[in-house]
């Protein structure tokens, strides 16, 4: 098992407020890893340090054995891609174009791509059903449809890891599940890491081989969906305690909420 | 993308000619169309053998000593100022941006001023001195302008126009005192306030045309660039552009081409505004295409806002500041109510 993305004692300050504290995890090739918290806990914070845009105040963070600000923005961008959790504006670009858009990390600065661009964009048109759609403008699509077509952007990366910011916030529950689903076939196909930050605790435990529980800028647990799910850490980070109960077809933990159970402290 | 691009450059280029032979031909002394066609084209490099010279020699006389440089100067200077709008637009993101509502025409304006009603234009870096200290005092009126609207690091849309607005008007009152303080106060003010293209020979647009080269080249190879930032900075970072670099050049040339505008023909205010946006609503929101469509059709535009001005009231003058803000400040309004509309969807 490789270990493609490594942090070693990792810190953050905000001013004078401390947001991430001493965190030491690693993540291996091909896995899905998800980060979970509570609001505040520090889970975006995390995910900008992971993508290379915010430094770290203290700590080594490396990616495929070099460290992370060893990278030029251009080479980082080729190994690593994220999806922000906001839809892209809604700009007069046609899919295929923005989608195109991705290949710019491969671009020299007169625009040539130095690999097979048009092949690689038309496959993740295809791949994500918008090739029907590759000529109309973002302005005619709905939110989900552009998501769709931002995680286009990401695939034409091709990248080696994914970061996943909330990427399902404000997409309904189909579209959540269809976004999942072509990240995890995405990720299986091309033995892609994928490390996502996401608040529902159902959809973390149906997709993750490993999870990260964060709590005020700490590390509560890392281990599988069955070891992390449990009523009482649930209730020890989030302040409410759920019934878990285990889904009729995957076996996996999934949690049921209950009224009037919020802020019970121990 | 490149076929689009030939096509539209074609377009441009085949209006720009016609606007330049048409506007030549206008004037008090009538030249009729058929010499002003053979006489411009004769200043073509390559393709001037081909015409013999069988029009009378005092066509010839006015139209390449009089309307020509004066026609060939306004493309410039619209090109350069439209370039410069589509610059800051990009930069910014902010539709309403242009080298007159950001200050920085006003800003280069008070420096340019300064030189020559005090005698001093030679003085620094000789004929280059005033492009360079208009540049200075362009770019400081910039920086106190975003300094003024910027708020934790955010820029407000409307915010970065009105600290604009009230910086341009404050610089527009120190030039009006230098002017005030020189010996020919009038015309003077109305060239700097409102710009003007009368009576400048074939030398100053000697001066524009390197600026203007790269302005053309700095911000068309930034053209994928500026397109990545239009859906958003921290995407745009994700891909492996550099936000903040890319927008400090951007910035910087276009405060560049705006000042060299400037210092040969004053203030004209929102020709910057008003050809990115409707060169906008012809090609789409690629700025590959945007930047060189906007330098054409940015001459186009100056060449009949300047034959206007000469011609509307004439042998009278008006000045063409006020010509362009007759047509850019209702435009202005138009944008404003577009994006308030789109602001409360």
């Given at each position: 098992m490789t270990l493609l993305l490594r942090m070693e004692r990792l810190d953050k300050y905000y001013g004078e407020r401390k947001v991430l504290d001493q965190l030491s995890f690693s993540v291996a090739e091909g896995e899905f890893f998800g980060i979970l918290g509570p609001n505040g806990s520090g889970k975006s914070t995390l995910l900008k340090l992971l993508s290379g845009i915010?430094?770290?105040?203290?700590g080594e963070l490396a990616l495929n054995g070099?460290?992370?600000g060893g990278y030029t923005r251009k080479q980082l961008s080729r190994v690593l891609a994220v999806l922000q959790q906001e839809p892209?504006?809604?700009?007069?670009?046609?899919?295929?174009?923005?989608v195109e858009m991705g290949r710019y990390p491969y671009q020299n600065w007169l625009g040539d791509d130095s690999g097979a661009s048009d092949e690689i964009v038309d496959a993740v048109l295809d791949q994500l059903n918008l090739a029907e759609l590759r000529h109309i403008m973002l302005t005619e699509l709905s939110g989900g449809e552009r998501q769709r077509v931002a995680l286009g952007k990401a695939m034409a990366q091709q990248p080696s890891v994914l970061l996943l910011d909330e990427p399902?916030?404000?997409?309904?529950?189909?579209?959540?599940?269809q976004m999942m689903d072509i990240v995890k076939a995405w990720q299986r196909e091309r033995k892609m890491t994928?490390?996502?930050?996401l608040h529902d605790l159902n959809l973390a435990a149906m997709y993750c081989d490993r999870m990260l529980l964060l709590h005020k800028g700490s590390i509560v647990g890392i281990g599988t969906p069955g070891e992390l799910v449990r009523g009482e850490l649930i209730r020890r980070v989030y302040g409410t305690k759920p019934i878990v109960v285990e889904h009729p077809l995957y076996g996996l933990p999934q949690i049921l909420l209950r009224q009037g159970g919020a802020h019970d402290e121990p | 993308m490149s076929k689009r691009l030939g096509m539209w450059g074609g377009v441009g280029s085949v209006l720009l000619l016609l606007s330049i032979v048409v506007s030549v031909s206008m004037g008090t002394a009538y030249v009729p169309l058929s010499d002003t066609w053979p006489i411009v084209l004769h200043h073509v490099p390559f393709l001037g053998d081909l015409f013999h010279a069988d029009w009378p020699i005092s066509s010839e006389q006015i139209i390449s000593k009089v309307r020509l440089p004066r026609v060939v100067l306004a493309a410039l200077v619209g090109a350069c100022l439209s370039l410069a709008g589509a610059g800051f637009q990009g930069a910014l993101r902010n539709p309403l941006a242009d080298p007159y509502t950001l200050g920085v025409a006003s800003g280069a304006a008070v420096g340019?001023?300064?030189l020559i009603l005090f005698g001093l234009q030679l003085a620094i870096a000789g004929r280059w001195s005033i492009p360079i200290v208009a540049f200075a005092t362009g770019m400081t009126s910039l920086l106190i302008v975003l300094r003024l609207a910027g708020t934790g690091g955010k820029l407000q849309l409307e915010t970065v126009i009105l600290s604009g607005v009230v910086v341009q008007a404050f610089l527009g009152s120190i030039v009006s005192f230098m002017v005030t303080l020189s010996d020919q106060v009038v015309n003077e003010i109305i060239y700097w306030l409102m710009g003007s293209l009368s009576l400048r020979?074939?030398?100053?647009?000697?001066?524009?045309?390197?600026?203007?080269?790269?302005?053309?080249?700095?911000l068309m190879a930034n053209g994928r660039t500026l397109n990545l930032i239009s859906l958003g900075e921290r995407q745009a970072e994700h891909l492996g552009v550099h936000v903040a670099r890319t927008r400090l050049v951007v910035l910087v040339v276009s405060t560049l081409i705006t000042a060299a505008a400037v210092s040969v023909a004053g203030t004209i205010g929102f020709v910057g505004l008003v050809v990115p946006h409707l060169v906008r609503l012809m090609v789409g929101p690629d700025y590959r295409l945007i930047v060189p469509v906007s330098a054409l059709l940015g001459?186009?535009?100056?060449?009949?806002?300047?034959?206007?001005?000469?011609?509307?009231l004439s042998p009278t003058e008006i000045p063409l500041g006020v010509i362009t803000a007759f047509l850019g400040g209702p435009f202005f309004v138009y944008l404003l109510r577009k994006h308030k509309r789109r602001l409360r969807m």
């Open positions: 915010v430094k770290p105040d203290g070099s460290p992370i892209i504006p809604p700009a007069s670009f046609t899919v295929r174009e923005v399902t916030t404000y997409l309904d529950i189909g579209y959540q599940i994928v490390v996502a930050v | 340019a001023a300064f020979g074939w030398s100053y647009s000697g001066i524009l045309v390197p600026y203007l080269l790269v302005g053309l080249f700095v001459a186009v535009y100056m060449i009949w806002a300047d034959t206007l001005a000469r011609m509307l």
